[in-house]
């Protein structure tokens, strides 16, 4: 059992939902990631999407994208993020990280070296955003043989070839994107998701959580009343915008302001069970 099936088997004893926040490596600058995943825990995170800086987020809205901008400036690369991985797993070896991110910079590395340096960091899962099932061939293999869950994407357009193998492929937890756009799109339909996270669990076992529109409490609320758990994403990277990563005070205020969001959250996730 992976690190990450074993949260969610956890989270349904406890008759919990997943709270996953997702934050970029290196944005505001590579010295604040770690410390800020130790804090993310410590405000509730059951586990965390880590994102690799890319040039070309083709998935991603302006708020992640200019996260990603500012990491490459600040120097991050894939194998950058990969060691901070490694020193979080230092001091925290239960909270599973999910790598999130585009398959040029993992070509670049190579699949064999990527995976083997991804089982050396203690990395949990892959979500490659570009990567379909169909074409993901041994890389999907070499990722099961070192127990690291590959996560896809499902969303309101995907076709049932797809679907299909995508329920069929996937690990750990399916992402369910909740609208047509990119992250942090404002619309969210929450009796539309509810009808597809249904149709998605009855097609199998795997926690579905849903990402994409959640912002704040409410929608959190709303999209866990059915859903395994809740993604969140821009919400929270939206605070390292418009500082100077070289300010010490900035960037603790910034992380302040995560941590308020990630405690809304969570709040409001929990009072689901209360």
């Given at each position: 059992?992976?690190?990450?099936e074993?949260?969610?088997?956890?989270?349904k004893?406890?008759?919990?939902?997943?709270?996953?926040?997702y934050?970029?490596?290196?944005?505001?600058?590579?010295?604040?990631?770690?410390?800020?995943?130790?804090?993310?825990?410590k405000?509730?995170?059951?586990m965390?999407?880590?994102?690799?800086?890319?040039?070309?987020?083709?998935?991603?809205?302006p708020?992640?994208?200019?996260?990603?901008?500012?990491?490459?400036?600040?120097?991050?690369?894939?194998r950058?993020?990969?060691?901070?991985?490694?020193?979080?797993?230092?001091?925290?070896?239960?909270t599973?990280?999910?790598?999130?991110?585009?398959?040029?910079?993992?070509?670049?590395?190579?699949y064999?070296?990527?995976?083997?340096?991804?089982?050396?960091?203690?990395?949990?899962?892959?979500?490659?955003?570009?990567?379909?099932?169909?074409?993901?061939?041994?890389?999907?293999?070499?990722?099961?043989?070192?127990?690291?869950?590959?996560?896809?994407?499902?969303?309101?357009?995907?076709?049932p070839?797809?679907?299909?193998?995508?329920?069929?492929?996937?690990?750990?937890?399916?992402?369910?994107?909740?609208?047509?756009?990119?992250?942090?799109?404002?619309?969210?339909?929450?009796?539309?998701?509810?009808?597809?996270?249904?149709?998605?669990?009855?097609?199998?076992?795997?926690?579905?959580?849903?990402?994409?529109?959640?912002?704040?409490?409410?929608?959190?609320?709303?999209?866990?009343?059915?859903?395994?758990?809740?993604?969140?994403?821009?919400?929270?990277?939206?605070?390292?915008?418009?500082?100077?990563?070289?300010?010490?005070?900035?960037?603790?205020?910034?992380?302040?302001?995560?941590?308020?969001?990630?405690?809304?959250?969570?709040?409001?996730?929990?009072?689901?069970?209360?």
């Amino acid at each position: 059992m992976t690190r990450i099936e074993s949260t969610f088997k956890t989270l349904k004893l406890q008759n919990k939902k997943a709270l996953i926040p997702y934050v970029m490596a290196g944005d505001p600058n590579p010295e604040t990631t770690v410390g800020l995943l130790h804090d993310l825990v410590k405000h509730g995170a059951d586990m965390i999407e880590l994102g690799l800086p890319f040039s070309d987020p083709m998935a991603d809205g302006p708020v992640v994208a200019l996260a990603g901008e500012r990491a490459l400036a600040a120097g991050t690369s894939t194998r950058d993020a990969l060691k901070m991985v490694a020193e979080f797993r230092q001091t925290d070896t239960q909270t599973p990280i999910i790598l999130m991110g585009y398959l040029n910079p993992v070509e670049i590395i190579g699949y064999d070296n990527f995976v083997a340096l991804c089982e050396q960091s203690g990395v949990d899962g892959i979500l490659m955003v570009d990567l379909p099932p169909a074409e993901a061939g041994s890389f999907t293999q070499h990722l099961t043989d070192n127990s690291i869950n590959e996560i896809f994407l499902l969303s309101p357009t995907t076709l049932p070839e797809r679907r299909k193998q995508v329920l069929t492929h996937c690990g750990g937890y399916i992402y369910y994107v909740s609208l047509k756009g990119v992250t942090g799109s404002a619309t969210l339909d929450t009796a539309a998701v509810a009808t597809q996270v249904q149709a998605i669990k009855a097609a199998t076992d795997l926690p579905v959580c849903v990402g994409f529109g959640i912002r704040d409490g409410a929608s959190a609320k709303a999209i866990g009343t059915y859903a395994d758990g809740v993604i969140v994403g821009s919400a929270l990277v939206q605070n390292f915008a418009n500082i100077d990563a070289s300010d010490a005070t900035a960037v603790a205020a910034a992380q302040q302001k995560i941590m308020a969001k990630m405690d809304e959250l969570r709040g409001a996730l929990d009072s689901l069970s209360a």
